[in-house]
T-cell receptor
Framework: GESVGLHLPTLSVQEGDNSIINCAYS??????FIWYKQESGKGPQFIID?????DKRQGQRVTVLLNKTVKHLSLQIAATQPGDSAVYFC???????????FGTGTKLQVIP | NAGVTQTPKFQVLKTGQSMTLQCAQD?????MYWYRQDPGMGLRLIYY???????DKGEVPNGYNVSRLNKREFSLRLESAAPSQTSVYFC????????????FGDGTRLSIL
């Protein structure tokens, strides 16, 4: 079946560098995408979302890019900090439906 | 403002025992969800409640039951726990507007021996 997935299971970056976490999705009917951050022992925390009628959205130090042509989603974190170390999930949802499909996650390790 | 609160945080059960996981949200959200999270598998939806008085099966409902007690509370019950139900369980809630994210609790870590 169709699913959301991530290209890299673990990403290590130097403190202060920019991080890019990628996600591929295969359901062309999905029109809403979400990025979550999950720290050890905690629940997923909402970071940023984007609708399919947009290709870029910016938040505080984070940017999400959506490329519908190749069904690709990315999360960019500027000036990565030790507190950014966590597992990051992308998720997709088809408009009007309750169910959200989650990827398996990418672990981001920040090297001091 | 607590958001989504889950109790208990940890629990160990013996095979065959029953258990109810509690979830409450204080954001006046219409929709509530129960997920399980297993290593390498991402979050999988067990049951959800689109609004008070309704519940629906998700991806992995077998062995579970739910109750939407009121708008704030959504409980998950294991009638006869099995080792395969060892997992971390997350409750989430979402507001009424279409494109809104789910907000999660910090989970219940359940081990079944």
């Amino acid at each position: 079946g169709e699913s959301v997935g991530l290209h890299l299971p673990t990403l290590s970056v130097q403190e202060g560098d920019n991080s890019i976490i990628n996600c591929a999705y295969s359901n062309s009917a999905s029109d809403y995408f979400i990025w979550y951050k999950q720290e050890s022992g905690k629940g997923p925390q909402f970071i940023i979302d984007i609708r399919s009628n947009m290709d870029k959205r910016q938040g505080q130090r984070v940017t999400v890019l959506l490329n519908k042509t190749v069904k690709h989603l990315s999360l960019q974190i500027a000036a990565t900090q030790p507190g950014d170390s966590a597992v990051y999930f992308c998720a997709e949802r088809i408009g009007g439906y309750q169910k959200v499909t989650f990827g398996t996650g990418t672990k981001l390790q920040v090297i001091p | 403002n607590a958001g989504v609160t889950q109790t208990p945080k940890f629990q160990v059960l013996k095979t065959g025992q029953s258990m109810t996981l509690q979830c409450a949200q204080d954001m006046n959200h219409n929709s509530m969800y129960w997920y399980r999270q297993d290593p390498g598998m991402g979050l999988r939806l067990i049951y959800y409640s689109a609004s008070e008085g309704t519940t629906d099966k998700g991806e992995v409902p077998n062995g579970y039951n739910v109750s939407r007690l009121n708008k704030r509370e959504f409980s998950l019950r294991l009638e006869s726990a099995a080792p395969s139900q060892t997992s971390v369980y997350f409750c989430a809630s979402r507001g009424a507007l279409d494109n809104q994210p789910q907000h999660f609790g910090d989970g219940t870590r359940l081990s079944i021996l």
